[in-house]
């Protein structure tokens, strides 16, 4: 069945939309992400343009991160306090990306630009996860020995303990500057304008390996704060771009919520070794194809010319 977005300009598979927003939906509550990083790529697969397609699943991850924080809520793995920091750089991030934003989709470099961003920081961190997840599956199936040198190490964190503005974040476990979250919260608030994303592929290594979060309250607290970033993008792009395709995103939406229950289910049912290494594969995976639609010649060739008058 054939639906007509009136914005993307495009007549799309009702079903196919509807089955990208429930995958969305249960990576976001497997894993702790807003999904963009892999329904933004889906949605250009299938004809939608990148611009429509940036703003628009922006809207979508809002509901299927809301579904997600609820159920994570029930098991008191928010870490609220923590949410509310990242969101203050978040908020500011997000508007000087979608500044960035308009003005390179005047210049008509806006396309190009979502695709390499998405190529280098899923190539990027998708093989960092990637490696770190193989190091910690090993070492959880190395028993320790006196003497072996097989205990695992604590990660030493001296700089961020050295930051001032120190705060306490009980439900984390953790006495550290606020500097690090509101940096990590701006950097990934500008990914989410430009790429259309929740930041989450950037959010959750960042918040295991540069603030030390607990893995468990990591993914709980992802969620909080891409729900506020993504809901404030998706205003921005609504009001200077005009870029929400409402149809799409109802679509998306439907799928997202009732997917994201399922992926809560999944995820609390594995261990996180596990986890981390299926989402830097599925990181990767999509980076792969990206970076392959980039460099292989398009299947028709246009000429552009100057029109007569």
Known sequence: MQ???????????????????GLVGVLSGMFGVGGGFLITPLLFFVGIPPAVAVATSANQIV???ISGVLAHLKRRTVDLKMGTVLLTGGLAGAGIGVVVF????????????????YVVFLGIVGALMFVESLRALRR????????????PKRRQ???????PLK???RVSGLYISVIPPVLVGFFVGILSAIMGVGGGFIMVPAMIYVLGMPTKVVVGTSLFQIIFVT??????????????????AVVLLIGGVVGAQFG??????????????????????????????????????????????
């Open 167 to 169: 705060m306490r974040f």
């Open 102 to 117: 308009n003005y390179l989709r005047q210049l008509g470099q806006v396309d190009l630009l979502v695709n390499l961003c």
């Open 3 to 21: 639906i007509y977005l009136p914005i993307a300009e495009v007549s799309v598979n009702f079903f196919l939309l509807l089955g990208i927003g």
């Open 63 to 65: 509901a299927s991160s």
């Open 140 to 151: 959880a199936r190395t028993p320790y020995r006196p003497g072996t040198g097989t205990k």
């Open 264 to 309: 809560t289910q999944i995820g609390a049912r594995m261990k996180a070794e596990q986890l981390r290494i299926l989402l830097a594969a599925l990181v990767l995976a999509v980076c792969g194809k990206l970076a392959l639609d980039l460099l292989l010649p398009p299947g028709e060739i246009y000429s552009i010319g100057p029109v007569g008058v």
């Open 157 to 163: 964190r001296y700089w961020v303990h050295a930051l």
């Open 231 to 248: 809901a404030f993008t998706t205003l921005l792009h609504a009001t200077t771009n005009q870029t929400v395709d409402m149809a799409l």
